[in-house]
């Protein structure tokens, strides 16, 4: 199994390996083309984007090829998709400035998490469904899946699932009301 089919399963994987530096690479100068002005860059920037898809610049990622992002969504100012798993963003979907999904995560106990000299990273995929507002400077965790029709509050950190029609707010985030 490669470094990149590791990351994807989730499986404890090297980011150093040789075939994710070239995507990272890759993704390094799509983004400079992308802040530079050229919105085209975004479609081949992006594993998938729907249509009416509006990303403000400055926009980070690792590798741009994990994640897909629905019709008719806006991504604000200074987001950060560390898709080092699947991000999956639905249809009709606005987020905030400054959010932060983060797929990749490294083990707590140091002893397994530098090896070699280097450090061992694991990734979980996100999902946010249909219609969801994630509001400015929230982060959504590795594994974590946000329900369709859901509103994330601003400087809220996302650690579990939220079920649909939330309203979800908090560090850490918890439901407040269903909607």
Known sequence: M??????????A???????????YQRA??????FTAGDKSA??????????EVWIEAPFFCDYGVNIRIGSNCFVNY???????????VGDNVLIG???????????????????AGGYVTRA????????????????IMPG?????????GAGSVVTRDVPARSFAAGNPCRVIRTC
Not at 28 to 33: I, N, S, V
């Open 28 to 33: 390094r100068g799509l983004l400079a083309e």
């Open 97 to 115: 400035p400054a959010v932060q999904l983060y797929t990749a995560t490294h083990p707590v106990i140091p002893e397994e998490r530098i090896v």
């Open 78 to 88: 200074n987001c950060v998709f560390l898709d080092d798993n699947l991000i999956t």
């Open 144 to 152: 974590v899946s946000i329900g369709e029709g859901t509103t994330i």
């Open 124 to 139: 979980l995929p996100i999902c946010i469904g249909d219609n969801c507002w994630i509001g400015g400077g929230a982060m």
């Open 42 to 51: 975004l479609r081949s920037l992006l594993g998938a984007m729907g249509s």
């Open 2 to 11: 490669t470094e990149r089919e590791k990351m994807l399963a989730g499986e």
């Open 13 to 23: 994987y090297w980011p150093r390996d040789p075939e994710l530096l070239g995507l």
